[in-house]
Nanobody
Framework: QVQLVESGGGLVQAGGSLRLSCAVS????????MGWYRQAPGKQRELAATIGSAYSTYYADSVKGRFTISRDNGKNTVYLQMNSLKPEDTAVYYC????????WGQGTQVTVSS
């Protein structure tokens, strides 16, 4: 079974930056489109960004120009560099395949204070 382990979250002031990491074990990482998802309190989980096996990227309008997704196939790891953070970016962030598996990791909490 694939394991997804997210890390790098924390508390940051508005305008700050964080870099999230997701280590993936099992599955076929290098050929999979991977994504970062987030779930804010009281809201449904939403897709923030994806990166394909050929490094093509997609960003939701809400994060475009501020977030950058990347991957290291040698380390089976996907990253999310988050700059110019806003309070509305506060959420638990998860990585998963896109489309996602029917199970999730524990996520990593990102809290942006105003």
């Amino acid at each position: 079974q694939v394991q997804l382990v997210e890390s790098g979250g924390g508390l940051v002031q508005a305008g700050g930056s964080l870099r999230l990491s997701c280590a993936v074990s099992g599955g076929i990482f290098s050929s999979s489109r991977m994504g970062w998802y987030r779930q804010a309190p009281g809201k449904q989980r939403e897709l923030a960004a994806t990166i394909g096996s050929a490094y093509s990227t997609y960003y939701a309008d809400s994060v475009k120009g501020r977030f950058t997704i990347s991957r290291d196939n040698g380390k089976n790891t996907v990253y999310l560099q988050m700059n110019s953070l806003k309070p509305e970016d506060t959420a638990v962030y998860y990585c998963n395949k896109y489309p996602p598996y029917n199970y999730w990791g524990q996520g990593t909490q990102v809290t942006v204070s105003s």
